[in-house]
């Protein structure tokens, strides 16, 4: 095959069949394309491939994932890789922007949203802001929130970079600075004469009023000498309670000043489209060169899944290649068969390559309907039915615009650049997006054969379960639309668990045709996600026909008859059982609806219509803001990630971007297929049979300690028993990735099952608990509820949550062939525990291991403990081979071995005054530890010692416990166990504003605890400023206006409904285990003046080498870029503690200013004595001085030590508050929710570096919404295995997900004297996750207001997280009652997935 890559010519002599785009990519060295998902749901993967159409004689650019193509399919195209663009000394404006607006935190999924932008620039360079929003539907991010990618992004937008840019609504309008003095704010003062300024010989000076006091303003770009002191950067603040003084938001001053000095766009410096390719693609090269020709390519591996690959250019070829192999697979975009490969292992032995045949491209129209050739790739069908809608019009073109719809949600981009219409169709599964609105609409498809042609109705092609009417040597050639005639309305309608790229889980395509008398003569309603395929509800049909459309006795006899044919058992395959059916008769109801308003028909539900049609949704915008700072030079300052350049340009590396040593083994996991289960025998003969497998390593291999973790109740492998599906029993280690792979699966283990526990109450009925308790008494509660006015009772959930780093767990063990040392590259947040862990396990001194961690791609908490174990396998094969031996985990493989965020289960009896004053708390709560501690006690401890969040609780008994169950060892997670804490308390407030019929709002302010108030765990809050945030937020965001607003629109709106919600949280900061808060770093200057800082913390996204870079510039007065951070290494920071709890910067800032402090008042004299010279000279002449220019830093936090049993002590050095407002609208009768708007206030003290602390509030905000909306995790009850494995059906918020109008600001000017930490700044990557929640408790306000609508009046008990099933049911609207299943019929019945 002959393709270019990154404008160089490539050509592969007989490709590896199996081998995908990214893997040969990454095996030439290109690792800037890296491996997320492997199944096309995250776009960490993305490249742009650009080939030449011949149909359009033209070039098209599209972004596709690399993981799902065919390394084979790429002949005569064009790859562009992140790397192709630029690099960071000479960055693309792409990636120049990206970066120094901060939108790379982790930077692993960067180089995908790099290349997704950079392709909707080749296309358009002059893209809207809304057309740029959408072209990150195909990417996820886990970072940083999305806003500063979106951001960045819309620099490019047609209105805002024509001379400059306009931010979002609300902010500053940033142009190219007219004069040199200009700040990049439109209107700058510095570009405006001064009334105080005098014209002399044709030039302005300034001359100040002698009578005038000076103005104290130095701040802003005029210091403060414009007009007034009316700097363009200085505002009023009329909000804050601290003071009313005149701030800059220097926020979007730091962004005009970025923005103004970015390079321009200029389209025509990108790469050419290779000349030679176009002549390629049209067959018109010369007989010397190469020439595009059928390929049929067998595979040289004799192990290879794919043995023989063809690619006929012609019909006629394909029709003779499936005549000569009638069972082949046939492949287009290889969407579907890809993830079949890669998550079902199905293996295809013949593969036909479909793309290159003209024929089934084409496209046309006829006087009754268009044909589409079946093998157009879904970006090209969107343009073909927006083209013809705008030829045909909108009554004709009625199916076109229905499949439209239905389009705009269907995957991501990259997904919809290749996959086909034909692949969708064909593959007949039964929540197609596009099937059920080709049936109702009618549509026939065009089958061909070696034989001829047939045409097949729609109706009567899928007969079954993935089966169709099509023949052995049948391909599909076309698809016949017909027009719509007058009297006819057809709509499609979808649900997913997320509304952008995501699966459906009900979908349809409703049509109605009417006569002039408003009977129906014509109806066809098709739905998918309801039955083993897509089906016709003829029933439903049957009942419309004949009846009189808008005449209500025919609405409720289409619905009945819809929901009894359409009913699902308890049990049903998918679950959700109840929701689909719901959904079935809510859509028809919609459609009832919108067709009777588009009919003219005047009905009460007509008047609905515009509440029931999907809207347009709004660009986003955003406004971040902070404070300037006078006092320093560098901390404080929104400096960018200083690996933000390297990680957009793909320069970055990671664990598994390092290049392969010579003889480097790879590891395959043998994973348990039982919940829990003996182990009888484990056969690794037909693995031992396969040429490059070198050896299987089981428990009896494990040379020194084969139990870890805190509480040694975890083996490394089994011994003879498994606690999990999914738990590693055997590693393989072989030449290759896909050989260790594939062999591990051909290991045999043989078992004896046992008892197995899944779920919280499950365990909690079973008494399946851990030995520890933890509990905080005060008071007296049997007194205080006695004295309450209302005694309210109740249970609250929260589920778990995967952490769903884009860079899963890995790891690279190097034996040095002397002394047992060994190096371990690994993806950890604990290097400190990953050494001395492998130490353990091959029973050697710690000294002999030393652990190095260069980045992470994402950890929160997840890469705190269970990394180590990856690193112990990777350990474990090379101290047997003694070879290199790396290991990357598959999405799905990590999502089962790794542990998530404990669910978390809580019963209460609180006792409140009449207006919701908390008397007493009696509250019990239980987490899903798993089948090990890990570290489930620490987790349960800040859970306990949050319940309380905000508020002032005079008697208390809140009791934890941890239970043991058969899942993963659930562990550490962003916020560990606190946010879980606050939700069951804030649930319960919920519940207890309803009893009283008061806001849930006004519960919350009437006991927020105010300074000098005592915690539960005796601890007085002297550093308090909730009350002070709640008030300035509430009157910023004008919550009392905004809170008439909501109820007015309830009011008038029957089937959408908004809520908004105000949340407080306050976070404690520090570790809970005393000996690990403490910090070291090791200093070194060099003889040039350049300074090596080495330090006790690990990068994973949250710039804390930045910051720490910071601190040690600020401390020795040099230049930002005069310090570097190489690594973290337990062999320069040893005995380190793991980078978590957000006291990073604490420990580590302090430690690393106390060696920097050290070494400034070594070189104060030399500096005093060279005044004027270069710090490279003083650092020389100190050096020829003897002068010791390496200094090592420790720091301990002072006072901290918490005794459980005795409740007393200090629990946390100081708490990170927060105060969010979100407002939410929701589609009732489907459960899709929009965040209109979120403001967001948080106390982070004096930040080290505001822009990245805003970041962090973001990232940490949108991880929170996902944790209480979209991201649901479920397991099979049958097996016990894990159903959520990867982004196919584990859903977190994407770039469309977020706030529309998303606003931050930190708390400024507040007193920060009693803070005893460095610089006086506050953790912050884990205390704003829970102001996610707030999005949750707004949309129990929407529940509520449907509720009171409907006349609902039972209690309101909604679980988190909040997904379209929880909203939708919880509405108990007629529609949901209907769809309710008796609880006779789901007696003895198990459902398809459960929480736990």
């Given at each position: 095959i002959l393709f270019y890559l990154n404008g160089q010519r490539v050509v592969v002599d007989r490709p590896d069949l199996d081998m995908t785009l990214l893997q040969y990519l990454r095996s030439t060295g290109l690792t800037g394309t890296k491996l997320g998902c492997g199944e096309g749901g995250c776009g960490a993967c993305t490249v742009m491939i650009s080939r030449y159409d011949i149909d359009e004689s033209r070039i098209i650019h599209a972004s596709v994932n690399a993981c799902l193509c065919p390394l084979a399919t790429v002949d005569g195209k064009h790859v562009i890789t992140v790397e192709g663009l630029g690099t960071s000394a000479r960055p693309h404006p792409v990636q120049e922007r990206i970066a120094l607006l901060h939108g790379s935190q982790c930077g692993f999924c960067t180089p995908g949203f790099v290349m997704s932008l950079y392709t909707l620039l080749r296309n358009n360079p002059n893209p809207t802001e809304h057309e740029i929003e959408e072209c990150f539907d195909g990417n996820l991010c886990r970072c940083t929130g999305y806003r500063p990618i979106l951001d960045a992004a819309k620099t490019f937008a047609d209105m805002a970079w024509k001379q400059g840019t306009v931010a979002a609504d609300g902010s500053a309008h940033i142009t190219e600075p007219k004069s040199k003095g200009g700040c990049g704010i439109d209107g700058c003062c510095r570009l405006q004469k001064s009334p105080d300024a005098e014209v002399a010989n044709g030039s302005s000076a300034i001359v100040h009023d002698p009578t005038k006091a000076p103005t104290s303003i130095t701040s802003g770009c005029c210091k403060g000498l414009a007009s007034d002191s009316g700097c363009c950067k200085l505002q009023k603040r009329h909000?804050?309670?601290?003071?009313?003084?005149?701030?800059?938001?220097?926020?979007?001053?730091?962004?005009?000043?970025?923005?103004?000095?970015?390079?321009?766009?200029?389209?025509?410096?990108?790469?050419?489209?290779?000349?030679?390719?176009?002549?390629?693609?049209?067959?018109?090269?010369?007989?010397?060169?190469?020439?595009?020709?059928?390929?049929?390519?067998?595979?040289?591996?004799?192990?290879?899944?794919?043995?023989?690959?063809?690619?006929?250019?012609?019909?006629?070829?394909?029709?003779?290649?499936?005549?000569?192999?009638?069972?082949?697979?046939?492949?287009?975009?290889?969407?579907?068969?890809?993830?079949?490969?890669?998550?079902?292992?199905?293996?295809?032995?013949?593969?036909?390559?479909?793309?290159?045949?003209?024929?089934?491209?084409?496209?046309?129209?006829?006087?009754?309907?268009?044909?589409?050739?079946?093998?157009?790739?879904?970006?090209?069908?969107?343009?073909?039915?927006?083209?013809?809608?705008?030829?045909?019009?909108?009554?004709?073109?009625?199916?076109?615009?229905?499949?439209?719809?239905?389009?705009?949600?269907?995957?991501?981009?990259?997904?919809?650049?290749?996959?086909?219409?034909?692949?969708?169709?064909?593959?007949?599964s039964p929540i197609s997006d596009l099937n059920p609105v080709f049936l109702a609409a009618g549509a026939t498809l065009t089958l061909a054969s070696a034989s001829g042609e047939r045409c097949v109705p729609m109706s009567e092609f899928f007969l079954g379960y993935r089966r169709t009417a099509m023949l052995k040597g049948e391909v599909l050639v076309s698809v016949t639309v017909p027009f719509n005639v007058e009297g006819e309305v057809i709509r499609a309608f979808k649900q997913a668990k997320r509304k952008d790229d995501d699966i459906a889980i009900v979908t349809c395509g409703l049509r109605v045709r009417v006569d002039e008398n408003q009977r129906v003569v014509d109806a066809a309603f098709a739905y998918g996600g309801v039955a083993p395929t897509t089906v016709l509800a003829h029933a439903a049909a049957k009942a419309a026909v004949g009846g009189t459309w808008g005449d209500r006795s025919v609405l409720d006899r289409i619905l009945g008859a819809c929901q009894q044919e359409l009913q699902l058992d308890y049990a049903v395959p998918g679950g959700m059982a109840e929701y689909r059916t719901a959904l079935t008769t809510s859509f028809l109801f919609k459609f009832w609806a919108v067709s009777c308003s588009a009919l003219r028909i005047a009905c009460a539900e007509s008047l609905l219509a515009h509440e029931l049609d999907d809207e347009e949704r709004v660009v986003s915008k955003a406004r971040q803001e902070y404070a300037p700072v006078e006092d320093r030079a560098i901390v404080g300052k929104g400096v960018a990630h200083l690996a933000a350049l390297k990680q957009v340009t793909g320069e970055a590396r990671y664990v598994d971007d390092m290049p392969a040593l010579?003889?480097?083994?790879?590891?395959?996991?043998?994973?348990?297929?039982?919940?829990?289960?003996?182990?009888?025998?484990?056969?690794?003969?037909?693995?031992?049979?396969?040429?490059?497998?070198?050896?299987?390593?089981?428990?009896?291999?494990?040379?020194?300690?084969?139990?870890?973790?805190?509480?040694?109740?975890?083996?490394?492998?089994?011994?003879?028993?498994?606690?999990?599906?999914?738990?590693?029993?055997?590693?393989?280690?072989?030449?290759?990735?896909?050989?260790?792979?594939d062999a591990a699966r051909l290991v045999s283990v043989s078992y004896e099952n046992l008892p197995a526990v899944l779920s919280i109450r499950d365990a909690v009925a079973k008494s399946s608990f851990y030995d520890e308790t933890r509990q905080l008494i005060n008071g007296d509660v049997d007194a205080a509820l006695a004295a309450a006015d209302l005694v309210l009772e109740g249970e609250s959930y929260c589920g778990a949550q995967e952490h769903f780093y884009l860079e899963t767990m890995g790891a690279i063990a190097v034996p040095k062939g002397e002394d047992g040392e060994m190096d371990v590259f690994a993806s950890t947040q604990n290097p400190t525990e990953a050494q001395m862990v492998v130490a353990e396990v091959l029973g050697v001194p710690a000294s002999r291991v030393v652990c190095r961690v260069k980045r992470m791609g994402g950890g929160f908490g997840g890469k705190e403990s269970r990394s180590v174990l990856i690193a112990a396998f990777a350990a474990l094969g090379a101290h047997h081979t003694g070879r290199s031996v790396r290991i990357a985990l598959d999405r799905d493989e990590d999502m089962q071995v790794s542990g998530q965020r404990h669910p978390f289960y809580g019963t209460w009896t609180v006792g409140v005054t009449k207006e919701g004053r908390i008397l007493g708390l009696r509250a019990r709560v239980y987490s899903n530890g798993g089948f090990s501690h890990d570290l489930s006690i620490g987790v349960l401890e800040r859970a306990v010692s949050h319940l309380d969040n905000c508020y002032r609780m005079p008697a208390t008994d809140f009791v934890g416990r941890v239970c043991r169950t058969n899942t993963q060892s659930n562990t550490a997670f962003r916020s560990f166990g606190g946010c879980q804490g606050m939700f069951l308390s804030e649930s319960m407030l919920c519940?207890?504003?309803?009893?009283?019929?008061?806001?849930?709002?006004?519960?919350?302010?009437?006991?927020?605890?105010?300074?000098?108030?005592?915690?539960?765990?005796?601890?007085?809050?002297?550093?308090?400023?909730?009350?002070?945030?709640?008030?300035?937020?509430?009157?910023?965001?004008?919550?009392?206006?905004?809170?008439?607003?909501?109820?007015?629109?309830?009011?008038?709106?029957?089937?959408?409904?908004?809520?908004?919600?105000?949340?407080?949280?306050?976070?404690?900061?520090?570790?809970?285990?005393?000996?690990l808060n403490q910090g070291m770093a090791l200093v070194h200057v060099y003889m040039d003046g350049s300074v090596l800082v080495a330090h006790g913390g690990t990068e994973m996204g949250q710039g804390l080498h930045t910051k720490m870079a910071m601190v040690a510039a600020e401390t020795l007065e040099l230049p930002l870029e005069s310090i570097f951070i190489s690594e973290t290494a337990t062999n320069t920071a040893a005995n380190t503690s793991p980078t978590a709890a957000s006291a990073s910067s604490d420990l580590n800032g302090f430690a690393v200013y106390n060696a920097c402090k050290e070494l400034a008042d070594r070189l104060r004299p030399y500096r005093e004595r060279m005044a004027g010279e270069s710090f490279a000279k003083i650092a020389k002449t100190a050096y020829l001085d003897r002068c010791n220019l390496t200094a090592a830093g420790h720091y301990c936090t002072p006072d901290i030590g918490f005794n459980w049993a005795k409740n007393e002590g200090l629990l946390y050095f100081y708490f990170t508050q927060g105060v969010a407002i979100a407002e939410v609208e929701l589609d009732t009768l489907t459960g899709a929710h929009s965040t209109l708007r979120v403001d967001i206030i948080m106390d982070v003290g004096r930040s080290l570096n505001k822009a990245i602390d805003i970041g962090q509030i973001e990232g940490a905000f949108a991880q929170g919404q996902g944790w209480t909306t979209t991201e649901e995790f479920l397991y099979f009850p049958s097996t016990g295995r894990l159903f959520t494995t990867g982004p196919g059906n584990y859903k977190i918020p994407s770039a469309m997900d977020i706030p529309r109008d998303f606003r931050v600001e930190l708390l400024e000017g507040a007193d920060t004297s009693v803070l005893k930490t460095i610089f006086s700044s506050k953790g912050v990557g884990e205390p704003p996750l829970f102001l996610g929640a707030s999005v949750f408790f707004a949309l129990r306000d929407a529940v509520l207001a449907k509720r009171r609508q409907e006349g609902v009046s039972a209690p309101l008990y909604m679980e988190s997280p909040a997904t379209p099933e929880i909203l939708r049911m919880a509405c108990e609207d007629q529609l949901a009652q209907m769809a309710r299943i008796p609880q006779i019929l789901k007696d003895g019945k198990t459902p398809f997935t459960i929480r736990i």
């Open positions: 909000d804050s309670g601290i003071a009313e003084c005149k701030v800059v938001n220097q926020a979007e001053a730091d962004k005009a000043a970025v923005i103004s000095k970015f390079q321009r766009y200029d389209p025509t410096q990108d790469l050419i489209f290779p000349p030679f390719l176009i002549r390629y693609a049209k067959r018109t090269t010369s007989d010397s060169e190469p020439q595009l020709r059928p390929l049929d390519i067998t595979s040289a591996d004799a192990q290879s899944w794919c043995k023989r690959y063809l690619r006929p250019l012609t019909l006629s070829g394909l029709l003779a290649a499936l005549e000569q192999y009638p069972d082949a697979k046939l492949v287009a975009g290889n969407s579907e068969v890809g993830v079949e490969i890669k998550l079902k292992r199905s293996k295809f032995g013949t593969q036909i390559y479909v793309n290159d045949i003209p024929e089934l491209r084409q496209i046309s129209d006829t006087p009754s309907g268009i044909t589409f050739g079946a093998n157009i790739t879904l970006a090209r069908f969107e343009q073909a039915l927006d083209h013809y809608g705008a030829e045909y019009g909108a009554q004709r073109t009625q199916s076109l615009a229905a499949l439209r719809e239905n389009l705009r949600y269907f995957a991501g981009n990259q997904i919809r650049n290749v996959a086909t219409i034909a692949g969708n169709i064909v593959t007949a010579a003889g480097e083994l790879h590891v395959g996991l043998v994973l348990s297929t039982r919940a829990h289960a003996r182990i009888l025998s484990i056969d690794a003969e037909p693995a031992l049979a396969l040429s490059g497998v070198v050896r299987v390593l089981t428990a009896r291999d494990v040379p020194g300690e084969n139990h870890w973790n805190i509480f040694k109740d975890e083996e490394i492998l089994p011994t003879d028993t498994v606690h999990y599906y999914g738990q590693p029993l055997a590693l393989v280690l072989a030449t290759t990735q896909k050989l260790a792979q519940e207890v504003a309803d009893r009283l019929n008061l806001s849930v709002e006004a519960v919350r302010e009437i006991n927020l605890y105010q300074p000098g108030d005592v915690t539960p765990f005796s601890q007085p809050l002297n550093d308090w400023n909730v009350p002070l945030m709640w008030d300035q937020l509430k009157a910023k965001a004008q919550y009392d206006e905004r809170r008439l607003a909501v109820d007015e629109f309830n009011k008038h709106s029957t089937h959408r409904k908004r809520g908004l919600a105000m949340l407080p949280t306050k976070f404690g900061i520090s570790f809970g285990v005393k000996h």
